[in-house]
Each structure stands twice: as structure tokens, then as C-alpha cells.
Nanobody, 128 residues
Framework: QVQLAESGGGLVQAGDSLRLSCAAS????????IGWFRQAPGKEREFVAA????????YYSDSVKGRFSISRDIAKNTVYLQMSSLKPEDTAVYYC?????????????????????WGQGTQVTVSS
């Protein structure tokens, strides 16, 4: 059973940085893709970033490209989302998710429906 646990959320000011962590357990994640999604009140869940566990290929949405960075620590089974130059519109609950389904196209990796395992989420609030 795959388990994902997010941490690192909080209240910050616009322009600040924050690092989210996603601790993964229950499997060997070599064949997995780990993604970060977010959901703001009244909005649909949207893709933020993803990383292939094997090889480390990364994907970013246009809204965070250049500001956010996703990485993994294989020894710790943890994926990080380093967020910089935060904006009020980044305010949301951030979820990490895992999928073993194959596919390397951005459209595939960015689709929430392809992820089978989800964490509980961590709140990020950016004040102006």
C-alpha cells in the first residue's frame, strides 16, 4: 500500500519561499511518477509539477515554471517542491500523488486521473 504524506505548508508573504515535502512509503518507487497538484477554494485541482523517480525527468505547469523546482531524494523516499517568488494566486491546498502508469508526455503526466495514490494535502497561504 502506497502512502504519501505532505508537509511544509504554511502562511507566507508574497515573494517568500517555501519547501514542501512528500514522504513516500510502501513500495519501491523506481517505476513511479510523483506529482504535485493544488486546489484553491472553488477551483478545480490543477497540475503543478511532476518528477520521474527513475531518471529524474521533471515537468512544470506554465504558471510555476521558473519559480518552483521539484526534486527527489531517493535515499529518503521523499520528493520536494521548492517554491520561490510566491504569489497570492499560489494559495491552495497542495497534494502529492503517485502513479505507476507509464507515459512521458506532458499531457499524460499532468492528468490527475492517472494518479492512483494521493496524500492528505498541505495548506499554502500567500498573503499580499
Amino acid at each position: 500500500q502506497v502512502q504519501l504524506a505532505e508537509s511544509g505548508g504554511g502562511l507566507v508573504q508574497a515573494g517568500d519561499s517555501l519547501r514542501l515535502s512528500c514522504a513516500a512509503s510502501g513500495r519501491t518507487f523506481t517505476a513511479y511518477t510523483i506529482g504535485w497538484f493544488r486546489q484553491a477554494p472553488g477551483k478545480e485541482r490543477e497540475f503543478v509539477a511532476a518528477i520521474k523517480w527513475s531518471g529524474g525527468m521533471t515537468y512544470y505547469s506554465d504558471s510555476v515554471k521558473g519559480r518552483f523546482s521539484i526534486s527527489r531524494d531517493i535515499a529518503k523516499n521523499t520528493v520536494y517542491l521548492q517554491m520561490s517568488s510566491l504569489k497570492p494566486e499560489d494559495t491552495a491546498v497542495y497534494y502529492c500523488a503517485a502513479t505507476i502508469r507509464s507515459g512521458s508526455l506532458y499531457a499524460t503526466v499532468a492528468s490527475a486521473s492517472r494518479y492512483d495514490y494521493w496524500g492528505q494535502g498541505t495548506q499554502v497561504t500567500v498573503s499580499s
